[in-house]
């Protein structure tokens, strides 16, 4: 009897497979033209729509089953992606003068800043800290970080949300000292 009812789980997921294969012969030469000038780097392109069929096949069911639907589908998904990598880039940015701020010829200034910035992280929760740790210095996405630390990931964004305000506050000092330099 077990056997009987892993037939339709199996034939649905080949069904899945062969539509996925399908999308992704269709696609994806118009997906990473698409990609190339989102990001205009070969490689981040390849990526995103990498990423974008892992997403498919991650969840089949959710690929609307209608030719001009799944198309639309999967630009959205790759488009989000890319805003996701943009916003990701830009934190990185604005966080790079806090994290390494003074130049190698001012020692001090950088053992300083770097001093400052593990203090504020010191003083955040053990769990926004290490969701801070694997966002911004690791670069993991929130999907990732909520499996590692057991939460979802809406409260993995809503921690890291959080804790970029307390840092904020905290690091502010340091960073208007540095402008005035």
Same mark, same amino acid.
């Given at each position: 009897?077990?056997?009987?009812?892993?037939?339709?789980?199996?034939?649905?997921?080949?069904?899945?497979?062969?539509?996925?294969?399908?999308?992704?012969?269709?696609?994806?030469?118009?997906?990473?033209?698409?990609?190339?000038?989102?990001?205009?780097?070969?490689?981040?392109?390849?990526?995103?729509?990498?990423?974008?069929?892992? @997403?498919?096949?991650?969840? #089949?069911?959710?690929? +609307? &089953?209608?030719?001009? *639907?799944? %198309? $639309?589908? /999967? !630009?959205?998904?790759?488009?989000?992606?890319?805003?996701?990598?943009?916003?990701?880039?830009?934190? @990185?940015?604005?966080?790079? #003068?806090?994290?390494? +701020? &003074?130049?190698?010829? *001012?020692? %001090? $200034?950088? /053992? !300083?800043?770097?001093?400052?910035?593990?203090?504020?992280?010191?003083?955040?929760?053990?769990?926004? @800290?290490?969701?801070?740790?694997?966002?911004?210095?690791?670069?993991?996405?929130?999907?990732?970080? $909520?499996? /590692?630390?057991?939460?979802?990931?809406?409260?993995?964004?809503?921690?890291?949300?959080?804790?970029?305000?307390?840092?904020?506050?905290?690091?502010?000092?340091?960073?208007?000292?540095?402008?005035?330099?």
């Amino acid at each position: 009897m077990a056997i009987e009812a892993e037939v339709p789980v199996l034939a649905a997921r080949a069904a899945d497979t062969e539509r996925l294969a399908t999308l992704f012969d269709r696609h994806h030469g118009r997906l990473y033209r698409l990609a190339r000038r989102l990001c205009f780097e070969g490689e981040e392109a390849a990526d995103l729509v990498q990423e974008t069929f892992l @997403r498919a096949a991650r969840s #089949p069911r959710s690929v +609307p &089953a209608a030719e001009p *639907d799944g %198309e $639309a589908w /999967l !630009v959205r998904v790759m488009v989000n992606l890319a805003k996701d990598r943009c916003r990701r880039r830009h934190v @990185r940015e604005k966080a790079a #003068p806090l994290l390494d +701020p &003074a130049p190698a010829s *001012d020692p %001090e $200034a950088g /053992l !300083v800043a770097r001093t400052a910035v593990a203090g504020a992280l010191a003083g955040l929760g053990a769990r926004r @800290r290490a969701v801070v740790v694997l966002a911004e210095i690791e670069g993991r996405t929130s999907p990732e970080i $909520a499996r /590692l630390l057991g939460m979802t990931a809406v409260t993995v964004r809503w921690h890291l949300a959080a804790a970029r305000r307390e840092l904020a506050r905290t690091l502010a000092p340091l960073a208007e000292k540095g402008a005035q330099r």
